[in-house]
């Protein structure tokens, strides 16, 4: 919110008519906080006279030459960079906040303000969008484009939240680099800035850890690449796969580059059947009973020995290796949905529970967490990470983990946000219903094969009011709004991106734009430019809100 009214403030100095962003009909998505249309075009010329103020490792400068190697072979100007009196100028203004910016475009000149790299990012993605043609988003030529121009424009921008994220679900398929690299490409699109990867589950372990090599070894494949549910039974395929450390390195790289933070989530001790069948000797609660990946959706029964100390150091050493791999602030370690039934049932979890006082069966999934949040406290600062559960850990007695842990809200998830707030902790709004966009997007018949009634429209995303009826006064508890996307009955990325896009837009569009200049009726209108950027970007796209032909579907 402090981002947001120091940048008005900065806005409404200079005098100029106010115009509140919806009654502009420029395509920008997310809706800036603030727009004042100006009068003319500002036209490129061959040769763009570029400067960009100093910055420690001279990352303005890195922003705009990324900005460079998609702008120059789509529209034909070459950059020179020199002095002050440049045409682009990008200047440090300290009074913004981290992911703020200001961006005036008059036919002079275009000068953008940010104190932090990420400001002059969105600026810049800002900007791209203000081009004739979205292939420039793409670094695609487009030859029906005579003249390359903005309009003259005065953007005061920031962000309502800190997190704008999406999850992608890669334990129950696998994708790869390059599709994960093209979703990163799209949420930087968008001003989206964490990356929810979702590695591990029952159906497969998708990350290389150096001191359990039979994670990947057994627990990144299965025998069905499809998943059995209901009339689908598992067609024997031997599939799947995994990321090296390596490969994750470059992801993340990747990621920086572009202002993302990935938040790696190992979902532990249920969603953990992968990992069991790799080390049944002291991750199993029945050992002496054969494991194997699970072939099929829905929730499995096994999981993790919490009461075994074997089953607590493996997950202290995951722990450090993705500390290793993932150099940012958040790790996740999942929670949700986990069966007590093996506890239930194993006479080392009958007797910690009683040690520990307790006969709600949750609370040795806290325990355990407990004891990584432990270890995780004795690592030097630089090695710290704060921990993200699911809601389904405030079934249990939190205490122990005290107010530092944050709850990513997704069943009931008004109310489990409320409840984490009142609590002291920090949340994330992923409600189920509507931001799980891997759901059927459309009623339409061609609409693939995937979970829900299609009536998680792009209209039924946008609708959604994060933190609405929330008290002031735990308002400062919501990081922010997140997508998921669960994969088990998609087995190609070109339908992840199908159900993803647009509804992928209008989830970035709650996180960044003030609920106040939110309008699904104006977003429609600003929509109908993305298709253009999906072509030229190759990216698969619902089309049920661009209109509806059959041949449009894929
Ligand atoms: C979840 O949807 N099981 C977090």
């Known amino acids: 919110m402090k981002n947001i009214k120091a940048t008005i403030t900065a806005l409404c100095l200079c005098a100029a008519p106010t115009i509140f962003a919806q009654q502009n009909n420029l395509p920008l998505i997310p809706q800036p906080a603030k727009v004042v249309q100006g009068d003319g075009t500002f036209t490129f010329s061959p040769t763009l006279k570029v400067w960009a103020d100093a910055y420690d490792g001279d990352s303005i400068k890195l922003v705009l030459q990324q900005f460079e190697q998609k702008f120059t072979p789509a529209t034909g100007t070459h950059f020179k960079y020199g002095g002050k009196s440049a045409t682009m100028q990008l200047r440090c203004n300290k009074h913004l906040g981290n992911e703020a910016y200001t961006l005036n475009v008059t036919p002079k000149q275009i000068v953008i303000e940010a104190a932090k790299p990420a400001g002059f990012f969105y600026a810049l993605q800002t900007l791209q969008q203000l081009l004739p043609s979205r292939n420039a988003m793409a670094g695609v030529p487009d030859s029906t484009i005579a003249s390359w121009t903005l309009p003259a424009v005065s953007i005061a921008d920031a962000p309502r939240f800190g997190w704008r994220g999406f999850m992608l679900d890669e334990g129950r398929h696998f994708y790869g680099k390059r599709e994960v690299m093209k979703i990163i490409d799209m ?150 949905e986990c069966p007590v039934y093996k506890w239930q049932h194993n006479a080392d979890c009958q007797k910690q529970l009683k040690e520990l006082g307790s006969d709600n069966y949750r609370d040795l999934q806290i325990n355990f967490y407990h004891q990584l949040q432990q270890h995780m406290a004795q690592k030097p600062q630089h090695e710290q990470r704060k921990l993200i559960f699911w809601n389904e850990v405030l079934h249990g007695n939190t205490a122990p983990l005290g107010k530092d842990i944050t709850i990513m809200a997704w069943i009931g998830a008004d109310a489990a946000a409320q409840d984490a707030a009142k609590r002291g902790m920090n949340t994330i709004l992923s409600p189920q219903i509507p931001y799980y966009i891997n759901r059927r997007q459309s009623k339409d018949v061609w609409e693939p094969r995937s979970q829900g009634w299609g009536t998680e429209t792009v209209e039924a995303v946008y609708n959604y009011v994060p933190m609405k009826g929330v008290p002031d006064a735990l308002q400062s508890k919501y990081l922010g709004v997140q997508a998921n996307f669960w994969t088990e009955w998609v087995e190609d990325a070109s339908t992840v991106q199908y159900l993803t896009f647009p509804r992928l837009a209008a989830v970035a569009e709650a996180g960044w734009t003030p609920q106040s200049e939110r309008s699904y009726t104006n977003f429609e209108q600003r929509l109908q430019a993305e298709p253009a950027f999906y072509k030229a970007a190759g990216v698969n796209y619902g089309k049920h809100v661009f209109g509806k032909t059959k041949d449009k579907a894929q």
């Not at 499809?226 to 490969?247: F, H, K, N, W």
């Not at 096994?302 to 089953?311: E, K, L, Q, W, Y």
């Not at 150091?313 to 999942?334: C, K, M, R, W």
């Open 187 to 336: 949420m930087a699109a968008y001003k989206m800035n964490r990356f929810h990867w979702h590695l591990t589950e029952d159906q497969g372990w998708r990350i290389e850890i150096k001191k359990y090599p039979k994670l990947t070894e057994v627990g990144a494949w299965r025998h069905s690449r499809t998943l059995g549910y209901g009339e689908t039974v598992p067609d024997g395929e031997r599939y799947g796969g995994y990321y090296t450390q390596a490969d994750a390195r470059e992801i993340v790289k990747y990621a920086r580059d572009r202002f993302i933070e990935i938040v790696p989530e190992v979902d532990i001790p249920g969603h953990s059947q992968a990992a069991v069948a790799s080390y049944p000797e002291f991750l199993a609660c029945d050992p002496q009973n054969p494991h194997q990946v699970w072939l099929y959706q829905g929730v499995s029964a096994d999981v993790i020995n919490v009461s075994n100390p074997r089953a607590v150091q493996f997950a202290n050493d995951v722990i450090d290796e993705l500390t290793g791999i993932f150099p940012f602030s958040y790790i996740h370690l999942g929670g949700d």
